[in-house]
């Protein structure tokens, strides 16, 4: 089993590699990162916190759109784009399950991921501690910074795992998970605002809004981040929800491992009833 996971894995790793999908993940992450590091960490010093604590804070809302788009765009295709090309038949034709195909597939994608953050992420953590820019509590921020982040690309793996089982044609999975992509991360949370600035002090703000915030992939990440900065007087928003929280916001990242899992386990039940 575990030789027909890892070789499916393997696969998708030296597509990744081929198609430049490995290299550019990382020189978008690392661009970004560098580009917050040198230019938005410059309030470090009047704030009294180091520049790897206060890059993590900005971090911590970019991964929020880049991660997700990432790995959306390495999902979108996994299962409808081996029935366009016609692999799928062929693979499943081998002695292996749909599910060990699944896994294979996640396993493969999330390295690419976890290269990717650990590549672009990590060489701005090296060139803030070379330029004496950080302590071991920031290093310790970013680990988290990149372990969460790795979290949340799986959340959105899984999803485009599902849009990509319940279409047949690359193109409309891709229109799919833009779509996702817009709602999961952008219109959802202008709903909430919205909702919230309708309504500050009703039933909304104090018994729906924790919850809503909890249930979205995005959101549980950024609010487990910044609230284990203690950040909210580096960014506000949601660092300063988090002091409002009717729970623990740690309760954020179970979400986050709750909703891959879920998601996962969907996508896994959807491919079994596909008809390569």
Known sequence: MLTRILTIAGQEIRIGIRNRWILLAAIILAVFSL??????????????????????????????????????????????????????????????????????????????????????????????????????????????????????????????????????????????SIAAWLVMVVLYDLALLGALVANPSGVFASGVFPYAVLVNPADAFRLFNLAALGASDLVGGMAGVADTLPFDPALALVSLICFAGIALTGSALLIRRITP
């Open 35 to 176: 580009a917050l590091a040198l230019l938005g960490s410059a309030p470090a010093g009047t704030l009294g916190v180091d520049r790897l604590t206060i890059t993590v804070a900005s971090l911590a809302s970019l991964s929020v759109y880049l991660v997700p788009l990432i790995a959306l765009l390495l999902a979108f295709d996994a299962i409808c784009g081996e029935m366009e090309r016609g692999t799928l038949l062929m693979t499943l034709s081998c002695p292996i399950s749909r599910s060990e195909f699944l896994i294979g597939k996640a396993v493969g994608h999330t390295f690419v991921l976890v290269f990717a953050l650990v590549a672009g992420y990590g060489l701005t953590a090296g060139l803030l501690l070379f330029l004496g820019g950080g302590s071991l509590t920031g290093l310790l921020d970013f680990a988290r910074l990149i372990g969460t982040s790795v979290v949340l690309g799986i959340c959105f793996l899984a999803t485009g795992y599902v849009l990509s089982s319940l279409t047949r044609q690359s193109r409309t999975a891709a229109a799919a």
